[in-house]
């Protein structure tokens, strides 16, 4: 009877973790949605007006590859954190998310600095085509990042009481597929802009 008990319990957690990783993958399949809208109307309008490409060069590729390279940095801390879930090592689970908000934060403040150099040159989104879609794109990723570190913040207080185990973590996992997918569109928002 009671192994009956705990066969159900495990089927049961097992169809709960199937419904939230379903569900975050619908969330993250609409967000995608959302982004190649961006991207599409980018590339429409710099086929359409190639001279907006040349405010491109008015961008810091330098800015541009540190916060490709923070994010990428945050996205192996991530990993390493949803492994330290998995084998219900709190310290390292702490730590890694930890390291991953640091990273996150520093994203914003390069971006914030890149933003107001851009200011202090008088590029604003209304100054032409280009830089309004340059800010769209990164302030709509930027705020995807706001979002992310949010939840990181909350899971790292959860963790920090411990929260989470070796058999319960869904919420450590489904917070990297989401922290994946914003340093992914990020790997595609910078040489779009920057590069080529």
């Known amino acids: 009877m009671e192994n009956t008990a705990v066969a159900h319990g495990k089927i049961e957690d097992r169809e709960r973790l199937e419904n939230v990783s379903f569900g975050m993958w619908l969330f993250l399949a609409s967000e995608v949605m959302f982004f190649t ?3 599409g109307m980018y590339i429409v309008l710099r086929n359409a007006h190639p001279e907006i490409a040349q405010s491109r060069e008015e961008l810091s590729r330098i800015m541009g590859c540190i916060n490709t390279l923070i994010l990428i940095t945050s ?3 991530m990993v390493l954190a949803v492994n330290a879930s998995k084998v219900g090592d709190r310290k390292a689970l ?3 998310l930890l390291i ?4 996150a934060c520093g994203f ?8 107001g150099h851009k200011f202090s040159m008088g ?10 879609c340059y800010y769209l794109l990164t302030g709509f990723h930027g705020l995807h990042v706001i979002a992310g570190i949010m939840v ?4 790292l207080i959860r963790s920090a009481k411990g929260d989470f185990t070796a ?3 869904s919420p450590i996992e489904m917070t990297g597929l989401y922290w994946h997918f914003v340093d992914l569109v990020w790997i595609f928002l910078f040489p779009a802009l920057y590069l080529i």
Do not use: D, M
């Open 37 to 39: 809208a961006f991207f």
């Open 75 to 77: 996205s192996f801390t």
């Open 94 to 96: 702490v730590r890694n």
């Open 100 to 103: 991953t908000i640091l990273l």
């Open 108 to 115: 914003l403040v390069v971006k914030g600095f890149e933003y």
């Open 123 to 132: 590029h604003f989104p209304s100054t032409n085509l280009f830089f309004a």
């Open 152 to 155: 990181l913040t909350s899971l």
């Open 167 to 169: 058999t319960y973590n």
